[in-house]
T-cell receptor, first 115, second 110 residues
Framework: AQKVTQAQTEISVVEKEDVTLDCVYE???????LFWYKQPPSGELVFLIR??????QNEISGRYSWNFQKSTSSFNFTITASQVVDSAVYFC????????????FGQGTRLTINP | DAGVTQSPTHLIKTRGQHVTLRCSPI?????VSWYQQVLGQGPQFIFQ???????GRGNFPDRFSARQFPNYSSELNVNALLLGDSALYLC?????????FGPGTRLTVT
């Protein structure tokens, strides 16, 4: 069985602060994929990144960066110099196994960026 | 290119009624998945269809059913609605591993 845990239910920071969202996953499969999605108040889930289990290289995209560590089963997400538009609920998700398609989501972290 | 579209946007139904939700995937995507998101929780997987065949089913009762059409659009049907079925229903389409979500249908059961 797969499981994703996002221990931080809510985070509130002041604009321009850096913030890290934690994600811990569980799976027995050796082939798996990790994702981050953003859900603004409109409700639509916006795809941010996919990482496969064979690629532990960290990734940076503008103010966003992701740290994947298989040793600790973690896939953390950092926003640098946060902005009010970053306010949303962020979900970490996992899919595993050959031809995997079922996404298992964490409970989400509600991020509020205050001006 | 158009993204995933879902209809209707909002729906209010009474307990015991039946509902049909519709989804059109991104052009070229042959896989469609359905998720239920209850307020304050992460989405829960309901079904996945690929090339009109069911490829996966989540832990939902038989009141929930779905199908995929030759043009890869999909319908989710829920019979005998319960108050607990009130949720945001999300459809996602995929080509490989990334799933792209539509805006969802918010279902309220009274």
């Amino acid at each position: 069985a797969q499981k994703v845990t996002q221990a931080q239910t809510e985070i509130s920071v002041v604009e321009k602060e850096d913030v890290t969202l934690d994600c811990v996953y569980e799976t027995r499969d050796t082939t798996y994929y990790l994702f981050w999605y953003k859900q603004p108040p409109s409700g639509e889930l916006v795809f941010l990144i996919r990482r496969n289990s064979f690629d532990e290289q960290n990734e940076i995209s503008g103010r966003y960066s992701w740290n994947f560590q298989k040793s600790t089963s973690s896939f953390n997400f950092t926003i640098t110099a946060s902005q009010v538009v970053d306010s949303a609920v962020y979900f970490c998700a996992l899919t595993a196994g050959q031809g995997a398609q079922k996404l298992v989501f964490g409970q989400g972290t509600r991020l509020t960026i205050n001006p | 290119d158009a993204g995933v579209t879902q209809s209707p946007t909002h729906l209010i139904k009474t307990r015991g009624q039946h509902v049909t939700l519709r989804c059109s995937p991104i052009s070229g995507h042959k896989s469609v998945s359905w998720y239920q998101q209850v307020l304050g929780q992460g989405p829960q997987f309901i079904f996945q269809y690929y090339e009109k065949e069911e490829r996966g089913r989540g832990n939902f009762p038989d009141r929930f059913s779905a199908r995929q059409f030759p043009n890869y659009s999909s319908e989710l049907n829920v019979n005998a609605l319960l108050l607990g079925d009130s949720a945001l229903y999300l459809c996602a389409s995929s080509l490989l591993y990334e799933q792209y979500f539509g805006p969802g249908t918010r279902l309220t059961v009274t």
